[in-house]
């Protein structure tokens, strides 16, 4: 530092050698110490659980059910890892097959929610949500130089994606019957919000669940309880289900589905950031930017959107081990081990085809094969079939054109198909 | 080696016929310093510095590269829909990001040249500045002289690195004001419809253009260090500017590649284009503090290890 150091190393120095080694130490520390930051202050954050007052599991369960928070605005972190690899398409006909098989025809805007949303069904998004009452909610999936909003605002339902700028809007009657008014910012389709994805699980657990409270955490800096859910019946992919409940309003703040094979978890939503003030008026305000592509649902689409979305939706609950609503299949067992056996028209189809056989009529033949080429062969009382793995769901369809699906071990689809 | 030696020294190598202003300026500082050691010591060097890399014609020459990048972008969109259509289309994938708002809102053309020039244009022009700094001058021969200066070699790097970060805000200002201009003369501006879909007035939109014109050099700084650690290691200055060249496009590769993922957050240009999350409303803050945790942190790796080198190196030529 001195105006003379140059003079320093250049000879004076007792053992230039060692001086000239010293000195490289300062990167190496500095790097040490940051390594060590990363490290350890996750570590050091994540030990710091909260001191909560005792709680049973059934008082918590009434927590959330009594938690009436309509106002908030926050970050949400979704991993969905379904074990599914480098298919990205297929993940996507899990849940978007009713929605690719209703607008089949149409161009469809790159704006269309149904499209968009079921692009969360697989890998790690952060969305931003933010609710006020029932009339005002907003969602947004933050791409990298681009993000998609989802806007609702009394009647008016506006989708935006900057990335091309195109608009989705739909207005009167058709949106007031939308999926939109439901009280989640994002009932389309998937369940976005730890809420909606924890009220699945509760629906689910009846009666077949070990309901538990395991400790507390923080997360996005508030005190929550862990609700730990387990299926009591052996042959569930499930291995566990996590909600952290806010200790103060009762919501629903992270998500955790872990597979019973263990390893990372197939579903992991919570809250990275969380405000229950009032959000900001301007968040539910949209006016179309000047030039951008419009899209219009006019009210029949509309309708027909919204039975798309609700079927759906319907899988997206079979994702956690329920298959339910109209034109139901055949539901084999309860809880979480349930099993849905429908028929096939034309005795072939695609695992995703669970509760929207249309769906599956576009798939061609090529696509079939290739389906089937993934799949493992088995056999049984009730002849041979092919099973379609993934790390939660697994489906077996059988040569006849009967189809098992269920969140449920290869074993337990058939001895399913065995007992039908 | 005193003061009186040290602007004698300088002012001999002046004379000896390395006919550098810099040195005389350099000296000159030193002398004023040497009279009352005013602050105003370390600003000479500092000074000196900037005139010199500004006014290279290898670094006018890069600045007008960067100055054209938003004129061709924005003629290219204004051609393309001259005929109504829409740019981008196709869900404006493939292109930069912003092209599709470009046609409607000139500022986004600020945004939109950020985006193609941050991954390849101005890196490259800074990685030259940078990799030029210390071997640049060794290979020259006018290093020893500038280290006569009794400046001392920490100072030095110093001024160097402050020149090199001068240069990365000045080269990314030059592309958002080329930009700006260029989108104000053949696009309409005024209400920002932000990537959120929420309105803001333009003065507001200019404020964020300005941020993320700020946001994009200080995303460059660590990249900056490491051509000055880079640069310290050799005499040649074509050989550090390739080697920071080169290290710019393997770790760009390493960042694409999925397989390597785990190490993605610690790759220095893994969060450049967090910039976009300055237009988002609310700002989305999270990869924006991470990106300057990471800058600062490389800065910190890499200005230490150039230090090191630097300071102990044997000056040959």
Redesign the interface.
């Known amino acids: 530092?001195?105006?003379?150091?140059?003079?320093e190393?250049n000879g004076t120095a007792a053992r230039?050698g060692r001086?000239?080694a010293a000195?490289?130490i300062?990167?190496v520390a500095?790097?040490g110490v940051?390594a060590a930051t990363i490290g350890l202050v996750p570590a050091l954050a994540s030990s710091g659980d909260p001191d909560l007052p005792k709680i049973t599991a059934q008082e918590l369960i009434e927590k959330i059910a009594a938690s009436d928070t309509e106002q908030f605005s926050g970050?949400v972190k979704i991993s969905t890892d379904l074990g599914i690899p480098s298919m990205g398409g297929l993940a996507g006909s899990f849940l978007s097959g009713a929605a690719e098989g209703g607008d089949g025809g149409k161009d469809a805007s790159?704006a269309d929610p149904q499209a968009k949303l079921t692009e969360l069904a697989s890998g790690t998004h952060?969305l931003?949500v933010a609710a006020d009452g029932p009339d005002k909610q907003r969602l947004?999936v933050?791409d990298?130089?681009?993000?998609y909003?989802l806007?609702h605002n009394g009647d008016q339902v506006?989708a935006?994606d900057?990335?091309?700028?195109a608009v989705y809007h739909a207005d009167g009657k058709g949106a007031g019957k939308a999926p939109h008014g439901k009280e989640q910012a994002a009932p389309e389709g998937v369940p976005t919000t730890p809420k909606a994805l924890a009220e699945q699980a509760l629906k689910a657990a009846d009666g077949t669940t070990s309901v538990t409270v395991d400790g507390t955490a923080r997360i996005a800096g508030r005190d929550a309880y862990r609700l730990v859910l387990k299926p009591e019946q052996k042959g569930s992919t499930v291995g566990s289900v996590t909600v952290a409940v806010d200790a103060e309003n009762g919501v629903p703040l992270k998500f955790t589905l872990r597979p019973s094979s263990g390893g990372k978890a197939v579903v992991d939503a919570g809250f990275?950031s969380v405000d229950f003030g009032k959000p900001?008026a301007?968040?539910f305000?949209?006016?179309p930017?000047?030039?951008?592509?419009i899209t219009e649902a006019d009210d029949a689409e509309a309708e027909g959107h919204e039975k798309e979305a609700r079927k759906a939706a319907e899988k997206a609950q079979g994702d956690l081990g329920k298959f339910e609503g109209e034109g139901a299949p055949k539901i084999i067992g309860k809880g979480w081990n349930s099993i849905a056996e429908f028929k096939t028209p034309g005795g072939a189809a695609l695992p995703s085809g669970a509760s929207e056989s249309e769906a599956s009529k576009g798939v061609p033949a090529e696509a079939q094969q290739f389906l089937d080429a993934l799949g493992d062969k088995v056999s049984g009382k009730f002849g041979s079939g092919t099973v379609f793995k993934t790390r939660l769901i697994n489906a077996l369809m059988t040569d006849d054109g009967r189809v098992y699906v269920g969140a449920v071990t290869k074993d337990a689809l058939v001895a399913a198909a065995n007992a039908g | 080696?005193s003061?009186a030696e040290?602007a004698a020294g300088a002012a001999g190598s002046s004379a000896e016929g390395a006919a550098r202003e810099r040195t005389g300026s350099a000296a000159e500082g030193a002398v004023r310093a040497g009279a009352g050691r005013n602050p105003l010591w370390t600003f000479g060097i500092l000074r000196s510095e900037f005139a010199t890399t500004l006014r290279r014609w290898r670094t006018l020459a890069l600045l007008g590269v960067l100055a054209a990048v938003p004129v061709l972008i924005g003629i290219a969109v204004r051609i393309e829909t001259a005929d109504g259509s829409?740019a981008?289309a196709g869900?404006?994938?493939g292109g930069p990001?912003?092209l599709?708002?470009v046609?409607?809102?000139g500022l986004f053309l600020v945004f939109a040249a950020l985006?193609a020039t941050l991954p390849v244009f101005l890196p490259m022009a800074v990685g030259v500045i940078a990799g030029d700094a210390i071997a640049g001058e060794a290979n020259a021969g006018t290093l020893r002289y500038l280290?006569v200066a009794?400046?001392?070699?920490?100072?030095l790097l110093l001024a160097k690195y402050a020149a090199t970060l001068g240069f990365c805000l000045v080269a990314t200002l030059v592309v958002a004001a080329s930009a700006l201009a260029v989108g104000a003369l053949l696009f309409?501006v005024?209400d920002v419809?932000t990537?959120?879909?929420?309105?803001i007035g333009f003065g507001e939109g200019l404020v964020r253009a300005g941020l993320v014109a700020v946001f994009v050099a200080a995303s460059l700084t660590g990249f900056a260090a490491l051509g000055l650690f880079v640069s310290t290691l050799t005499n040649s200055g074509i050989a550090a500017m390739a080697a920071t060249v080169g290290l710019l496009i393997t770790v760009q590769i390493v960042d694409t590649i999925p397989q390597l993922s785990a190490v993605h957050p610690y790759l220095f240009p893994h969060y450049w284009?967090s910039f976009?999350?300055l237009l988002?409303?609310?700002v989305?803050w999270?990869e924006v503090l991470k990106n300057l945790e990471l800058q600062a942190?490389y800065a910190?790796?890499?200005g230490?290890?150039a230090?090191?080198?630097f300071?102990?190196k044997d000056i040959t030529a």
Request: proline share 7%; no cysteine.
């Open positions: 530092m001195a105006p003379n150091d140059s003079a190393t230039p001086r000239k000195r490289y300062v990167p500095v790097a940051a970050t790159s952060t931003r947004s933050l990298d130089t681009s993000e909003s806007i506006w935006y900057s990335g091309s700028n990275t900001a301007s968040s305000a949209f006016t930017p000047k030039g951008a592509k | 080696m003061q040290g829409s981008g869900g404006g994938e990001a912003f599709s708002q046609t409607n809102n985006a280290l009794p400046a001392g070699r920490t100072r309409p005024g419809t990537i959120s879909g929420t309105t284009l976009s999350d988002r409303a609310p989305y999270d942190l910190a790796v890499f230490s290890a230090w090191a080198r300071t102990t």
